[in-house]
């Protein structure tokens, strides 16, 4: 285990690319006509964008790829000097074996203004030799005019079955013991996050024990939805004192944070047996307490005063 298997199972293919089909098939043709648009890759983290970015340059320019791509992130170097610097001098060599090269910026979402009207500057002086992918989970928060000379490809967030069918690859290549569940709880707490379900994988199997439910628990040091149900359960029912021991347990035993209890809460809310009404109000709550949290209010104090909410009809 002493690589990466974030790296060691990432596809080196278009066609091994989990799910993403509507934009893969759109892919296949361009790298068949040998040419690409500058692009832009938008979606949640863990979906692709990168691997797809990667996919295209070891199709496009074969032996020859490392010499044609350059990957950069955004939120590393986010100012004007990365484009007038590395991204400008790499766009100035010419490409080996190819008409173009690929220049892959990712999160760029986090450059500055002024880096991306450089940008934009750059990619249009630079057309005729250098391809730009730009890789963000916001595409709102790039400028029109990056936007409006890029196509667009939109990544949609991975499924449960999916996370499962990726985690089962590797599960096949490590021939790791996996319990029944182990492979489902993964695909649930990493909610479609690719790159986090395998690193929780590879994290679980290191110990040597059977990937579980309960190991996969340990590992990544979420709230487990059954003490939420039965501390919510509690809560609903009058037995304060019992819900107030759920929650010190899983503070104070369990080691969890403040901020993964209350986001499970969030998830199990909607499947109580209350009201509609009651849900939404429950819902306002939530979101109250979580801003306390996030402006460092006490874990204890914020979440009691939340599970009072709960008591109330």
């Known amino acids: 285990m002493d690589q990466l298997w974030t790296e060691k199972y990432r596809p080196k293919k278009l066609e091994d690319v989990i799910n993403q089909k ?23 983290p863990g979906v692709g964008k990168t691997t797809v970015a990667l996919c295209l340059a070891y199709e496009l320019f074969g032996e020859y790829w490392k010499e044609n791509f350059q990957e950069t992130n955004a939120s590393d170097e986010r ?52 391809r730009f992918i730009l890789s963000c989970n916001y595409s709102s928060r790039l400028i029109e005019p990056i936007q409006s000379r890029t196509a667009v490809f939109r990544f949609k967030e991975l499924a449960d079955e999916h996370v499962a069918e990726y985690m089962n690859r590797i599960v096949k290549g490590e021939e790791i013991k996996v319990s029944e569940n182990g492979v489902k709880t993964i695909a649930e ?40 149900k039965d501390m919510l359960s509690f809560a609903l029912n009058g037995k304060f004192v019992d819900a107030r021991k759920k929650l010190y347990d899983m503070l104070i035993k369990q080691g969890l944070s403040g901020e993964d209890i209350i986001k499970e809460i969030h998830s199990q809310v909607f499947d109580l047996d209350v009201t509609e009404e009651k849900k939404l109000k429950l819902l306002e709550h939530i979101g109250e307490f979580e801003f306390r949290l996030n402006q460092g209010g006490s874990p204890e104090i914020q979440i009691e005063a939340l599970l009072a909410q709960f008591l109330k009809k």
Request: with cysteine; hydrophobic share 40%; net charge positive.
């Open 22 to 44: 509507h934009i893969v098939e759109r892919l296949k043709a361009w790298v068949k006509a040998k040419t690409l648009p500058n692009m832009l890759f938008a979606g949640p």
């Open 79 to 130: 100012g004007i000097d990365v484009v007038r610097g590395r991204i400008k001098e790499f766009a100035q060599i010419k490409p080996l074996g190819s008409d173009f090269k690929i220049i892959f910026l990712d999160e760029s979402d986090a450059l500055t203004p002024e880096a991306q009207q450089a940008l934009r500057r750059t990619m249009e002086r630079f057309s005729g030799v250098c």
């Open 189 to 228: 707490v990493s909610k479609g996050d690719l790159r986090l379900a395998t690193n929780v994988l590879q994290a679980t199997a290191v110990s040597g024990k059977e990937v579980s439910k309960e190991s996969v628990y340990d590992v990544v040091s979420k709230a487990r939805p059954e003490d939420i």
